[in-house]
């Protein structure tokens, strides 16, 4: 059995220095758990925010103690009742290969969501930011100008299908011309624009957005978020879900002011976290399976293989390489 702990808290950029792995010895099952094995795991941009030492929505990683995040396992033994061998959950566990778990903390993966990995995708905690955050704080309206950045990676490129499916306008931000052109091939943007080689982004967008913007949806905030903020149209909802362009900065560089724009053009600008909808998750996992099966969703993931890959796979959350979510098969 394997476990991958936080070894030390990043200064800034994080390494797989930061990260290590151990052989432990597989745990026994007392009465009203179950022992599962991880089958996918999830690397997701807000678990550098844990290894923090700060207050947040969650509490900070222990160094020295497992890494934990999203998994979908198997049960290979339940001391509980209502769960069997066999089942698939997923929940947040520990980056480990085999361990002990109370079954309160897991959901059900149902046997229809094939591959189980969309439990943690499309179908699970990204595509319900995507449909969360767009629907209820966007509010999208048909004919409108969604922006949406990060727009190739888990969540984006779900915000992107939906927009779409609602009958908007969409322009895509992302970091190269592969992602590009799969935003505008694949996914149905508009337009999609290459933050990484176009010269003037504000000039870009404008061209882009020749009716202004009307809807916001900001995965990565910083330099892009000031060429956007300034296009919006009376009214504008602009939908803070993530700032990971500054996730690794030891200080938060200032930016414009935006709050005067935000009162003359009446627009409103909104934080949330995905858990502030724990009580309407079946509302949104009913709606995406429904346009996923209906194809109007794709599955878009970058799986790696390799359980001792994970820490990798977590640093190229940073560097952009993959498209879609990035889950690790464990082997
Ligand atoms: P992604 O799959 O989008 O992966 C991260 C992507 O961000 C990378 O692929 C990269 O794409 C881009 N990126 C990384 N660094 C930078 C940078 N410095 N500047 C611009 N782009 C960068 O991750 P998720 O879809 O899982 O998450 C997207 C955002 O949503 C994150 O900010 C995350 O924290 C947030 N989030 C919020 C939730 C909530 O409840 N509010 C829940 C889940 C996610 P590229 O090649 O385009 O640069």
């Given at each position: ?65 497992p890494i934990q995040g999203g998994v979908v396992a198997e049960i ?65 309206q048909k004919g409108e100008t969604v922006v949406v950045s990060g ?181």
């Amino acid at each position: 059995n394997q476990v991958i702990e936080l070894a030390e808290r990043p200064d800034g950029q994080p390494s797989e220095n930061n990260f290590r792995i151990k052989e432990i010895e597989t745990p026994t099952t007392k009465d009203g758990e179950v022992l599962v094995q991880s089958k996918y795991i999830s690397v997701d941009p807000y678990m550098r925010g844990r290894m923090r030492d700060e207050k947040s929505y969650m509490p900070p990683f222990e160094v020295n103690a497992p890494i934990q995040g999203g998994v979908v396992a198997e049960i290979l033994e339940s001391k509980s009742d209502n769960w069997r061998e066999g089942d698939l959950v997923e929940g947040i566990l520990s980056w480990q290969r085999i361990q002990t778990v109370r079954p309160e903390l897991l959901r059900k993966v149902s046997p229809q969501v094939q591959p189980s990995s969309l439990a943690l995708s499309t179908l699970g905690m990204t595509g319900l930011t995507a449909y969360f955050g767009l629907m209820d704080i966007g509010q999208p309206q048909k004919g409108e100008t969604v922006v949406v950045s990060g727009a190739a990676g888990a969540v984006g490129g779900v915000v992107v299908q939906i927009a779409k499916i609602q009958g908007c306008r969409v322009v895509a931000i992302a970091g190269s011309d592969e992602k590009t052109t799969y935003l505008e091939n694949e996914l149905g943007a508009d337009v999609a624009l290459n933050y990484k080689t176009t010269t003037d982004m504000s000039e870009a967008l404008k061209t882009a957005c020749p009716e202004g913007v009307d809807v916001y949806f900001d995965n990565v905030g910083g330099e892009i978020s000031d060429a956007v903020i300034p296009l919006i149209n009376k009214f504008a909802r602009i939908v803070l879900c993530g700032q990971i362009a500054l996730y690794n900065e030891t200080s938060i560089p200032h930016g414009p002011r935006v709050a005067p724009l935000l009162v003359k053009r009446s627009a409103l600008m909104k934080g949330f976290i995905v858990t502030d909808y724990q009580n309407q998750i079946k509302e949104g996992v009913t709606a995406l399976s429904g346009w996923y099966q209906q194809g109007l969703l794709k599955h878009q993931e970058t799986v790696v293989e390799g359980f001792e890959k994970l820490p990798q796979a977590f640093l190229r959350l940073f560097t952009g390489e993959k498209l879609g979510k990035l889950v690790v098969q464990v082997n």
